[in-house]
Every structure is written in C-alpha cells, then in structure tokens.
C-alpha cells in the first residue's frame, strides 16, 4: 500500500525505531494487517473488491510507543503528513501526562476520591481497581478509573513506574477521547498548530501546550474537602477549585518547551503544502480520468491504475531534477544512490507513457 510505504519512509528518513513488519489477518472486521511492534504502529485494512465490511477501508493505531520515541516537533510533522493524507475519520484520540511523584501517586488520588475530598466534574462514578493486602493496605499498583469505557471522554491514572518495571516513582494519568470529542480535538489541534505556527512558535511547543490544555479541560478535578460526607450543593461545580496537587501541573512554563534541534525534512514541508493547496486540482484530474477510462471500457483496478498512474506521470515529467535530487540527499546516505536510479528509470517510463497518451 502507498501509505504503508509512506509510514515506513518517515520512520526511515526522521530515524526512528522500526522493525520487521508482521502481516496477519486484520481486527474488527479488516482482511489485513501490518504490524510493526517496535515503532508502534500497526495498519488493517481491506482492499476494495475484498470480502468484509470494510472493503477499501483502512485502520492507523500509532501507540503511545511511537510518540515516546519522538520529539515535539517529529510528531508534529507526522500529525500533519496524517492529516493531508486524509480525508478519514479519527475515531479514538488520547492524551496523557506523566509527573515523577512520591508523595501523589495512585494511592493518595483513591483515597482522596473515597473519601469524598476530589470529584471530576461530569464523572458521578470512579472505579478503583487493583489488589489490597491483607493489613488492608492499598498496593501502590492500583489504577483509577472516571466514567464509563464506552463513553466519549474515559479517564484514567496510574502509576507508570510499576506498570513499565522501570524509572523513578511517577503517576500517569490519561484520557481516551472518542466519537465526537476525538473528531473534535483532531481539527482543533491542527487549527491550532497552524494558528500558532504563524505567530513564530515552535510546532512541538504548540503541541505540548494543546496536549495539556486538553488534559486539564477533560479531566476537570475540584476540590470537594469542604462537603466531605455530606450531599454535594447543587452549583458545587460553580464553587469549587482545582486541588493544588492537580492545579500546579499546568503552569505556563509548559509553552516555553524547547524542541530538540533537528532539520525538518523539506520534502515532508513541500508535500504539506502541495497537497493542501493543489490538492483539490489533483483530486478532480484524477476523478475526470477515471471517469475517462471507464467511458473507454476500463474497469475495476484497471481503470484506477490507469488514472492514477497518469496523474503521478505528470507530476514526474515535469518535476524540476536537481529538486528532486535535493529532496533525495535528506535521505540516508545508502539510498540516495538507488533513489536516483529509480527516479531516472521512472522519468523514462513516464515519459514513454505521456509521448504515447498524445500520439
């Protein structure tokens, strides 16, 4: 598939970790599926014509894996090289924060919850999770549950360093937004990284600040101390303030975020922009040659390949070279030498194909 390619050229080109890429069968009603544990990233799909429920559908899950291997700024590219791919629909987005902690670790937040001093607004129900020893001790690897699973916005915390068997005493707490809210965030943070990107700031520090605006908006924990044991007062969310424990991990210094210095791929950029200015163009070309080679008998992938293919030929025969091979010295040094040669033998071919589409 062009967009696994296009998956496997960023891991390439922005150096992060990959691995052998396990096909199998897909989940949730998908036929395939590439899996490539070491970066996080697993792709379902079902090519069209394929027996399922998802015929010419496919399904990106990038895990938690691959953003722990990136910085600010390579999630940020990759955020936005996903988004003008699109169109499709992002159907589950979340968010997380983890503070090193000894004294507010998942311990402290149950019993803080049971005893009625927190609440988060918009969550009646809160579900501890986990096992307590036999002096009745709460075990430090218990989690915390707000809300419902199959709810729009769930919540989470826990403790990180005993889920990962490594690393100094620290709490994570997350939110897994789905439905309307994952759709709404996945716009608005790319509004807002466009927005910001205009004012002079770095994507990556944008990124940060969104992620922990929507953090502390979607987990909105007040300090109900002052009712404790008693029926909460009908505006008690009116009333009552963040906890200081929760209150001091938003600060604004989150904005003053440096990203690790490293050189955006140009390509990557001129693709951006490409596609969201002369993306529309390209999209009805390719639509009316399809319909062209359909009205001349073509059908099925034929058809397709053949508008496809005509599109990307005209891109190639008129692309200015010492651009392109530009664009090839950001690779790494081991291919550039066969990129050229595929792109010389490419050039050949689309130029044969043109030559004959006008005779």
Request: with cysteine; glycine share 6%.
């Amino acid at each position: 598939m062009e967009f696994a390619c296009l998956l496997e050229e960023f891991q390439r080109t922005y150096e992060l970790p990959t691995g052998k890429v396990v096909r199998d069968r897909g989940l949730q009603g998908f036929a395939f599926s590439a899996v490539d544990s070491p970066a996080g990233l697993r792709l379902d799909w079902t090519s069209a014509g394929e027996e399922g429920t998802n015929q010419g559908f496919f399904c990106l899950q990038v895990k938690g894996k691959w953003f722990t291997a990136a910085d600010g700024e390579t999630a940020a590219d990759f955020l936005q090289l996903l988004e003008a791919y699109g169109p499709y629909r992002c159907s589950r987005f979340d968010f997380q924060q983890t503070t090193e902690t000894t004294e507010f670790l998942t311990p402290w937040w149950i019993q803080q919850f049971e005893a009625g001093n927190l609440r988060v607004i918009g969550k009646k129900n809160f579900e501890p999770r986990g096992l307590i020893d036999v002096d009745g001790l709460i075990d430090a690897g218990r989690t915390l549950y707000h809300g419902s699973r199959t709810s729009d916005r769930f919540i989470r915390q826990y403790d990180k360093h005993l889920e990962s068997k490594q690393g100094p005493p620290r709490r994570r707490d997350e939110i897994e937004a789905k439905g309307h809210t994952a759709r709404e965030l996945w716009a608005s943070l790319h509004k807002e990284l466009v927005d910001q990107e205009q004012h002079g700031m770095a994507r990556g520090a944008t990124l940060h600040a969104f992620s922990k605006s929507t953090i502390r908006s979607l987990i909105p924990i007040r300090d109900t101390s002052r009712w404790a044991g008693k029926p909460l007062p009908r505006k008690w969310t009116e009333m009552s303030k963040e906890p200081n424990s929760w209150s001091t991990l938003f600060s604004d210094e989150a904005l003053a975020v440096k990203p690790r210095q490293r050189t955006v791929s140009s390509m990557l950029k001129s693709y951006r922009y490409a596609t969201t200015n002369f993306g529309a163009a390209v999209a009805a070309t390719a639509t009316t040659r399809l319909l062209e080679e359909q009205q001349r008998g073509a059908e099925g992938h034929d058809a397709d390949w053949n508008a496809y293919s005509s599109v990307v030929e005209d891109f190639i025969t008129a692309a200015n070279e010492d651009r392109v091979f530009a664009f090839f010295n950001e690779a790494p040094p081991s291919q550039r030498k066969e990129l050229r040669r595929l792109w010389l033998q490419m050039v050949s071919t689309a130029g044969t194909n043109v030559e004959a589409e006008r005779d």
